[in-house]
C-alpha cells in the first residue's frame, strides 16, 4: 500500500504488523503529485519533498541549480474505484466539496475506472461549467443513491467510540476516554456530568495542565495608570 496517511483502521494494523501488508509512507502533496503524473503520462519527476530522509532511501536523487531532489515515480493502477456525488449518460462528474481534491486525478490514473455515484442524470443536465472530470476518463458508472459513510471517530452525545488502532498505556484522556488524549471534543447543545470538569453546558474548556501552560506563555497585561486630574 502506498498511503500518505494509514488512518485508524484495525485491520490494517493487524496485516501489517502481522507482515501480510507493505507499507510505502509517501507525502501526501507527493502522492498526489504521483497520481497526477501518472494520469498525464509522466513517468516520474524530481521533487524536494522528502529528501535526506528515510522516505528518499534507495531513491534515485540529482542536483538542479545546487539543490537536492528525490526523484519519484508516478502511480498507474490497474483499477481505480472512485467516489463522485453526480453523472451523466456520458460519464461527466461532479465531485462535492473536498472529493474534488483527489478523485479526479485517482480516476485519470486508472487503467479502468468504475465511479460510484448517488445519481445519474441525462446528458445535457449538467452545467459544463460545473464537470470536475470529463466522461472519457470513466469506464463504468455505479449508482448507489443511499449509502452507509463511516467515519473513524463517532462521537455523539454523551460517548464516545473508537475503531483504529489499540492505544498504549497512558494514552487515555482526563475523562478515561480512549483516544483523545488531552483533549475534549466540542459538543453544543448538551450538558455533561463530566468527572474532570472539561465539557459544561455544551463548551469546550481546556484540561487544566493547558490552562496553566497557555497562562505562562501570556504576555503581561498592560494596563493604563489612572489619570490623577490636575
Not at 6 to 26: D, M
Not at 63 to 72: A, D, I, P
Not at 163 to 184: C, E, N, V, Y
Request: contains cysteine.
Amino acid at each position: 500500500m502506498i498511503s500518505s496517511y494509514v488512518g485508524e483502521n484495525k485491520l490494517f494494523e493487524q496485516q501489517f504488523l502481522s507482515g501480510e501488508l507493505e507499507l510505502e509512507l509517501t507525502p501526501q502533496g507527493t502522492l498526489a503529485e504521483k497520481l497526477r503524473a501518472g494520469g498525464a503520462g509522466i513517468p516520474a519527476f524530481f521533487t524536494r519533498t522528502g529528501f535526506g530522509t528515510v522516505l528518499a532511501e534507495n531513491k534515485p536523487t540529482r542536483t538542479f541549480n545546487g539543490t537536492e531532489y528525490v526523484m519519484e515515480e508516478s502511480i498507474v493502477t490497474d483499477l481505480a474505484l472512485v467516489k463522485a456525488w453526480k453523472a451523466d449518460k456520458a460519464g461527466n462528474l461532479v465531485f462535492r466539496y473536498t472529493a474534488n481534491n483527489f478523485n479526479a486525478a485517482c480516476a485519470k490514473a486508472g487503467r479502468m475506472t468504475v465511479v460510484e455515484v448517488e445519481e445519474i442524470v441525462e446528458i445535457g443536465e449538467l452545467d459544463p461549467h460545473q464537470v470536475h472530470l470529463p466522461g472519457n476518463y470513466v469506464d463504468r458508472l455505479v449508482v448507489c443513491p443511499s449509502f452507509e459513510k463511516p467515519i473513524e471517530q463517532l462521537t455523539l452525545a454523551g460517548k464516545i467510540s473508537l475503531k483504529g488502532f489499540s492505544l498504549g498505556p497512558g494514552m487515555a484522556g482526563p475523562t478515561d476516554q480512549p483516544g483523545i488524549p488531552g483533549r475534549h471534543v466540542r459538543q453544543l447543545g448538551h450538558r455533561h456530568a463530566d468527572p474532570g470538569g472539561q465539557l459544561h453546558s455544551g463548551r469546550y474548556h481546556r484540561h487544566p495542565a493547558r490552562r496553566e501552560w497557555a497562562a505562562r506563555r501570556r504576555p503581561p497585561s498592560r494596563k493604563k495608570a489612572a489619570r490623577t486630574p490636575t
